[in-house]
């Protein structure tokens, strides 16, 4: 008896990249700002933002690690990379426009 193979079965490893922790990091700002976490959460939040920050810049390429043409390796996020928080973000939301 041959094993069937389900292609839809079949997934794929998450991926997380320091890009990612910086948008994480760049979120929470946006949200901090436009006052979406009460003020006895903002301890806990500040502290969870402040742990991935220094997690991400101790872990960004150091000026020797980038390549001769400027590139960064692969799961470095480029200047042009990092994510921008639009004025129309809304904290908590599901408008995915």
Known sequence: MA????PQATTTAPNLNINDLLSVVKII??????????GNEMASVGSVRDRLAT????????????NEDGTVP????????????????KP??????
């Open 3 to 6: 094993e069937e193979t389900n």
């Open 29 to 38: 700002d946006a949200c901090s700002e436009r006052g979406a976490f009460k």
């Open 55 to 66: 997690f991400a810049e101790a872990n960004m390429p150091k000026p020797e690690e980038v």
């Open 74 to 89: 692969p799961g470095y996020p480029s200047q042009e990379d990092l994510p921008e928080i639009g004025e129309d973000f």
């Open 92 to 97: 908590g939301g599901t408008d995915f426009e």
